[in-house]
């Protein structure tokens, strides 16, 4: 079973600060996302990473691609009220004679920046 | 309108109750999803299916069924509510060889 697991679970920092949030598996992932979720909505992806080492940012969020494939960060630089919320890595999984049809999730990281 | 519709979006049902609930789509994608949100559990898995003939069991399918009544409909029962079952339910969609997946806006269900 290919797991991902996700921290920290929970994180309150003022605005301004920076922080990194970590997606981590013991398998290989062809190529994992990350999902950001708002009280009373759906997941939302803000970014698939595919190349082992890659890097890809998004304005103030930066995320990275293990160069193994196993793991994956989500940096945000100066944080804003603005960015609170769930963050939720997952990655493809196999499902029956299917190649990666099903999306496995981590636990997800709580994130509130305040004021 | 949504892309991925949900239906009710807030439920209370008593326990030993039958409940549907429903996701309608738009996007024209084949492949459809039910996931469960627990507090620090992520998404998890219910059923899944690629197309109107093919039904999968994911992780914690025990005590649900479903339904894929066409292309753009897929619908998540629970034959008799238990309190346990007390969570967010999401229904997602992806397109066959694509990678994002693209989530309704969640049924909250509470069984009391």
Redesign the interface.
């Known amino acids: 079973t290919q797991l991902l697991e996700?921290s920290p679970?929970f994180l309150s920092i003022q605005e301004g600060e920076n922080l990194t949030v970590y997606c981590n598996s013991s398998s290989v992932f062809s190529?994992l996302?990350w999902y950001r979720q708002e009280p009373?909505?759906?997941?939302?992806?803000l970014v698939?990473v595919v190349t082992g080492g890659e890097v890809k940012k998004l304005k103030r969020l930066t995320f990275q691609f293990g160069d193994a494939r196993k793991d994956s960060s989500l940096h945000i630089t100066a944080a804003q009220p603005g960015d609170t919320g769930l963050y939720?890595c997952?990655g493809?999984t196999n499902?029956?004679g299917?190649s990666y049809?099903?999306?496995?999730?981590?636990?997800?990281t709580i994130l509130t920046v305040h004021p | 309108d949504a892309d991925v519709t949900q239906t009710p979006r807030n439920r209370i049902t008593k326990t030993g109750k039958r409940i549907m609930l429903e996701c309608s789509q738009t996007k024209g994608h084949d492949r459809m999803y039910w996931y469960r949100q627990d507090p620090g559990l992520g998404l998890r898995l219910i059923y899944y299916s690629f197309d109107v003939k093919d039904i999968n069991k994911g992780e914690i399918s025990d005590g649900y069924s479903v339904s894929r009544q066409a292309q753009a409909k897929f619908s998540l029962s629970l034959e008799s509510a238990i309190p346990n079952q007390t969570a967010l339910y999401f229904c997602a969609t992806r397109r066959t060889g694509g990678v994002e997946a693209f989530f309704g806006q969640g049924t909250r269900l509470t069984v009391v």
């Open positions: 996700q679970q190529s996302q009373g909505e759906g997941p939302v992806l698939t939720l997952a493809p499902a029956g299917t049809g099903k999306l496995t999730f981590g636990q997800g």
